[in-house]
């Protein structure tokens, strides 16, 4: 299964090497017109209806006018609505309008009328300004309760690289996209106007990936399965890590949730370190963890010589004193492998170069949500993939970005996008479970990237297992049905 994410200008350099290996572009839009009428004939349960196909100036429109033809020739009624002159059609456009003998009518909202589903094809990867005039008029007509939208490569208005919308898009029941899917189709606002994804193989081959070298992949577990740890038959528990949590005295919460995730997710023990005023909350929550009275950072670092404490967890209900902070530069200078998250994003706004200076490096994994992130970076511009890229590469430590569509960045370029997660996780201590999820796995060895991509698709995972009415208690409990569920 494929993970490549291609921006729109990898794409123009896909189809310009298929062109090159011998595969005319008339071709790739004639298969790519036909996998947008096949997906018609089935979003309409392979009944016929009035279809109107809004065709734009460029190949996105040269699309819609093979799927009219196709979709003409089973028997269905077409109504191609053109915006612009036909006569300043160009290249493969040109000659699938040519193709095309129906009628070509001025592209308005009156078309519209009568429809059972309209396809729009109208801009794709050419889009290069917001969507004003007729092409607004038209995209707010299809706004009709009750009319299905096809879109073709993605709905008109969308940015294929960056997943905005630039005036208005039509929210698509289906989008119908070509070789690899793009970032719009994972990234939100773009994302919510997609609906159900079907990348088509117009024959592009793999090979052409070669010379493009993405680095932007959909996060599954495909890619780091084979890297998730497993407990050896004879192994014992310092084999699968000591993970060191630094809890706080008034938030409890946070770090209990983290700690449960954590010993959940495998780590063979789990150490929280806390002021001696709240041992007594964190020892009654569960029995397998070991709770460490310290009344210093001098306290934390001891428990930090101790080699076997491999992976540290600083920030989930921590406050923002000066432990926090002494324990985070501690722990960088003492060189562990690690997850900063929630009130460290405080601690540190702003001092990126400070921790840089003590060794955050990529051993280290940062899970902001927005508001976190923008603390510790300023305020980047870009889309999330961009400023969670560009956060990774400033800091040198992998960035999780969370929200709907966690981005996951290592500082060398690579980029996953993550996309199992349901809008229930979206409450209060979810976050703490999914840097406890990582920090297991950093206990046990896996790389951070892999870690970081591993915890996000298993909290998104866990949160669509428990389903709606859950709360963060229950994600630790659903790690091992989730486990079990996708064998790992
Ligand atoms: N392998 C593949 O993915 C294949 C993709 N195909 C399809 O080709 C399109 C990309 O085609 P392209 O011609 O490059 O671009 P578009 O059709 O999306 O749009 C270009 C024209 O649109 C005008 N434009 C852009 N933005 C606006 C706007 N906001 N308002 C009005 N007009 C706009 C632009 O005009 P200019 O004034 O800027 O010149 C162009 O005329 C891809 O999406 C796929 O659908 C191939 O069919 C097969 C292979
Ligand atoms: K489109």
């Known amino acids: 299964m494929a993970h490549e994410i291609l921006t729109v200008a990898q794409m123009y350099s896909v189809d310009r090497a298929a062109m090159q290996a011998g595969i005319p572009g008339s071709l790739l839009m004639e298969r790519a017109g036909m996998a947008v009428a096949r997906e018609a004939i089935i979003l309409c349960g392979g009944r016929p209806r009035p279809v109107v196909i809004l065709c734009g100036p460029g190949n996105n429109g040269g699309d819609g006018f093979v799927a009219a033809r196709h979709l003409s020739a089973a028997g269905w009624r077409v109504r191609v609505g053109l915006l612009g002159d036909r006569v300043a059609l160009r290249g493969d456009a040109a000659w699938a309008a040519e193709c095309w003998t129906g009628c070509v009518d001025v592209a308005s909202p009156d078309l519209l009328s009568g429809a059972g589903l309209v396809i729009d094809a109208m801009f794709g990867a050419g889009l290069n300004r917001p969507l004003e005039g007729q092409a607004l008029a038209l995209v707010q007509a299809m706004a009709q ?12 208005g969308i940015h294929g690289d960056n997943g905005v919308v630039l005036g208005a898009a039509p929210v698509a029941d289906v989008t119908v996209s070509f070789f690899r899917p793009k970032p719009a189709h994972y990234l939100y606002p773009a994302r919510g106007h997609v609906g159900r994804l079907v990348i088509a193989d117009i024959g592009i081959p793999d090979t052409v990936l070669a010379s493009i070298g993405p680095t932007i992949q959909t996060n599954d577990p495909t ?3 084979a890297q998730f740890p497993r407990p050896a038959v004879t192994g014992h528990k310092y ?8 809890g706080g005295t008034v938030m409890t919460g946070a770090a209990r949730l983290s700690a449960r995730a954590a010993l959940r997710l495998g ?3 789990v150490t929280l370190a806390c002021e001696p005023a709240a041992q007594l909350v964190y020892s009654l929550s569960m029995p397998s963890l070991i709770v460490q009275p310290i009344t210093d950072a001098g306290g934390f670092s001891e428990l930090l010589a101790d080699p076997r404490r491999n992976a540290v967890l600083l920030g ?3 406050g923002t004193g000066a432990l926090l902070r002494e324990a985070v530069l501690a722990s960088l200078r003492a060189g562990k492998a690690g997850v900063l998250d929630a009130d460290f994003f405080s601690s540190f706004a702003g001092a990126l170069s400070t921790l840089r200076q003590a060794g ?5 994994v940062l899970t902001p949500h927005e508001g976190e992130f923008a603390r510790l970076f300023g305020p980047l511009t870009g889309s999330r993939l961009d400023r969670a890229r560009h956060a990774a590469a400033e800091s040198g430590a992998v960035v999780l970005l969370k929200g709907p569509d966690t981005v996951i960045a290592h500082p060398d370029g690579r980029v996953r996008v993550n996309h199992n997660a349901p809008p229930d996780l979206a409450i209060a201590g979810s976050g703490d479970v999914l840097s406890g999820l990582i920090l297991a796995l950093l206990a046990q060895g896996m790389d951070p990237f892999d870690a970081a991509s591993t915890g ?4 998104g995972a866990a949160g669509q297992y428990c389903g709606r009415g859950l709360i963060a208690e229950d994600l630790p409990e659903a790690v091992p049905a989730v486990l079990k569920q996708n064998n790992l």
């Open 239 to 246: 084999q699968r890590g000591h993970a060191l949590i630094l």
């Open 316 to 318: 989930p209900g921590a």
């Open 267 to 269: 780590a063979g023990l």
């Open 145 to 156: 309760p009750g009319l299905p939208v096809l879109a073709v490569d993605v709905p008109s």
């Open 456 to 459: 996000a698709w298993l909290h």
């Open 360 to 364: 955050l490096n990529d051993r280290w």
């Open 223 to 225: 890619l780091w399965r």
